[in-house]
C-alpha cells in the first residue's frame, strides 16, 4: 500500500461545486469529481472502451494499449459533449470562453501490467516537436473517468500536488531529466522514476467509477502496477480556448473529419477547430 500523504486542502467536490473545482484544480493541479456520472452512463462507456480497445489488446496479445483520438470511434463517448453537469464543468475550467476538444484517449489496461514512470504531460515547442506537444501546451486540462474505480492497488494514479506550476523544483532527494519531462534519484541513473511510494508530497489517487479527476497539463503523474483482477478501463478528453492558435498544425484525419461532420448538432460548437491527431506529423520551431 502506498504511504500516506497528508494535504491541507479540499479536493473532491460535488459536481455542482464547480468554481470550487476549478479553483483547486488551479492552485493545486488537480481535482476529484464525485458521483458525476450515473451508474448507467459508467455502464456503457465501460463497453464502448471494451469494443474499440478488446479486439486490439487480444489480437497484438498486449497487457494495455491506449487509443489517442477516441472520441472519433466512439459516439458514446463523444455524446458527453452532450451531459450538461460534464460540460458545465468543461466551460468553467476554459474560463466560459468558446471552446472545442482538443484530445481524447481511452486505455485497457490488463491486471498484472505494471507501472508507467513519474511524467508531465507538458513539453517544450523546441527542437523537433510532435502532436502531443502541441495539444499539451494549450493550457487545456485533462478530464479523466476511471471506470473501475482506482487506487494504488489497481492501477491508480500517483499525483504531486502543486506541481503544475513553471518553476516548481524536482521533490527533495530527486533532479529532473531533459526538458523536465520526469525525475530521478539523485545519485542513479538519469530514467524516470518508477516507484510511487518513495517520492515526497507524492498522494494516491483514489476514485469510484462515476467520479471525474482532473489535472492540469504540468501536473506530474504516475501509475501504480495493476496488482488488482479487473481490467482498468478509462477515458479522457480535454478542452481547449478556441483562441489558442497554434504557429504550425496538421492536416485533418479522415476519422476526424468523419467525427466532425455526424456530430450532433448541440455538440457542434465544440469540434470547431478540432485538429485529431497527426500520427507521425512534426514540428520545428519557427523563431
Known sequence: MATETTVNFRYEFDRDEVAEIVNCNRR???????????????????AEVRRILESIVQSKGLVTHTHDHYIEY?????????????????????????MTVNRSAAIYKKAGCGPMAWHTDWG???????????????????????????????????????SHTEDWPAPEGFEFTPHKKSFYA?????????????????????????????????????????RGSETRLSCGMSFRKRSYKPEQTWPLSESAKQ???FCPPEAKPFVEGYLGMGGDWKGAPTR
Open 28 to 46: 493545486h493541479g488537480f481535482a476529484i469529481v464525485k458521483g458525476l456520472l450515473p451508474a448507467g452512463m459508467v455502464e456503457m462507456l465501460k
Open 74 to 98: 466512439s459516439p458514446v463517448y463523444a455524446s458527453l459533449m452532450t451531459y450538461e453537469p460534464y460540460m458545465r464543468i468543461a466551460r468553467a475550467l476554459c474560463d466560459d470562453e468558446p
Open 124 to 162: 517544450p515547442l523546441e527542437h523537433q516537436y510532435n502532436t502531443n506537444n502541441v495539444l499539451n501546451n494549450s493550457g487545456a486540462s485533462s478530464m479523466w473517468f476511471y471506470l473501475n474505480g482506482i487506487d494504488d492497488v489497481r492501477g491508480g494514479l500517483a499525483i504531486i500536488p502543486d
Open 186 to 226: 539523485k545519485g542513479s541513473e538519469p530514467r524516470p522514476h518508477l516507484q510511487m511510494d518513495d517520492v515526497p508530497g507524492a498522494m494516491p489517487v483514489i476514485a469510484g467509477p462515476g467520479d471525474m479527476i482532473v489535472f492540469a497539463e504540468r501536473t506530474y503523474h504516475g501509475v501504480y502496477p495493476h
Open 259 to 261: 467525427f466532425i461532420h
